[in-house]
């Protein structure tokens, strides 16, 4: 099975996973009175640089590894690796998003509906990114590990034939030098 399948098949996945749970969020946040909801909006603002910089920095090694696919680049090496490390930190960054939101759901509007649904939502969207980035770590990176820190075993060359000096004919009676 090819990786741009996984990839993209997995993308598709987590992405309607990831809007079903943002959505049981907001539908429960909407039960909210307005001075709440602006609350719980300004806890998740303080927090936001946490999980964006995590998340530009996979999107921008994910663009980097389809730059060099694509053979836009000429000097970076890994497109996969680089592809791979890209979906590990953004799903890294998803996962911390839904949990700041469930900690500020879970201080300002403590036992509401949607203190409950920001839990299930960040149990869900862990739990979807990590079954996403195990899968794309088990097929790229671990099989890349040994190309890129030089497995003996497969990076090693045959040895060198030794060299030896020309042997010597034995004199015939025939007189041929």
């Not at 389809?66 to 890994?78: A, E, I, S, T």
């Not at 759901?105 to 980035?133: C, D, H, M, Q, W």
């Not at 195990?134 to 990176?141: K, P, S, T, Y």
């Amino acid at each position: 099975m090819s990786f741009q399948i996984i990839f993209i098949g997995g993308l598709a996945a987590v992405f309607v996973i990831t809007g079903i749970a943002d959505g049981m969020v907001h539908r429960a946040a909407a039960l909210l009175d307005r001075d709440t909801r602006e609350r719980v909006w300004q806890r998740e603002a303080r927090k936001v640089m946490w999980w964006r910089i995590p998340e530009y920095l996979g999107i921008g090694l994910m663009m980097l590894g389809m730059l060099r696919m694509f053979g836009m680049l000429r000097f970076f090496g890994y497109p996969y690796m680089a592809m791979a490390s890209g979906v590990l930190f953004f799903c890294v960054a998803s996962s911390v998003r839904s949990w700041f939101t469930c900690r500020a759901y879970g201080s300002e509007a403590r036992g509401s509906p949607a203190a409950k649904n920001a839990r299930n939502s960040a149990i869900l969207v862990t739990l979807t990114e990590a079954a996403f980035a195990g899968v794309v770590a088990w097929f790229v990176i671990v099989p890349n590990l040994g190309n890129m820190f030089g497995n003996p075993k497969r990076n090693q060359a045959a040895a060198p034939a030794p060299i030896t000096a020309p042997a010597k004919k034995a004199a015939s009676s025939s007189g041929e030098p």
